[in-house]
C-alpha cells in the first residue's frame, strides 16, 4: 500500500491550505486513516483521524473548530483542510493509515503505513 499526500505549501497565519491523500497498491481495507505532523524538535503527533468508514473523527484540542479530516472511500482517499492556520501548525504532515485495532487511531504508533509527508509552513 502507498500513500501519497499533496497540498503542502507557504501559507500567511491566518490563511487556509487543504492537504490530500491517496492510497494505491493492493486492495487494502483498514481501520482509520489519519494525519499525523512532526514539528523541528518535537514528536509526532497526530492531528486527525478518521475510522476507515468515516464515521467517527477524532482531532486533537490545538486544531479543534479549525481542522476538518474527510474521506473518500470510492477513491480511497483522506482529506484535511486546515483553516485559521497558526505559526505553531507549521510541520511536516503525514496522512497514514492503520490497519488493525479497534477504534479511530489516535496515536502514531497505532498506524503501519506512512505516506512522504508534505511541508506546512506557516508565517506569522
Known amino acids: 500500500v502507498q500513500l501519497q499526500a499533496s497540498g503542502g505549501g507557504l501559507v500567511q497565519a491566518g490563511g487556509s491550505l487543504r492537504l490530500s491523500c491517496v492510497a494505491s497498491?493492493?486492495?487494502?481495507?483498514?481501520?482509520?486513516m489519519g494525519w499525523i505532523r512532526q514539528a523541528p524538535g518535537k514528536e509526532r503527533e497526530v492531528v486527525a483521524a478518521i475510522t476507515w468508514s468515516g464515521g467517527t473523527t477524532y482531532y486533537r484540542d490545538s486544531v479543534k473548530g479549525r481542522f476538518t479530516i474527510s474521506r473518500d472511500i470510492a477513491n480511497n482517499a483522506v482529506y484535511l483542510q486546515m483553516n485559521s492556520l497558526q505559526f505553531e501548525d507549521t510541520a511536516v504532515y503525514y496522512c497514514a493509515a492503520a490497519s488493525k485495532g479497534i477504534g479511530v487511531p489516535i496515536i502514531p504508533q497505532r498506524y503501519d503505513y506512512w505516506g512522504q509527508g508534505t511541508l506546512v509552513t506557516v508565517s506569522s
Open positions: 497498491g493492493r486492495t487494502f481495507s483498514g481501520v482509520g
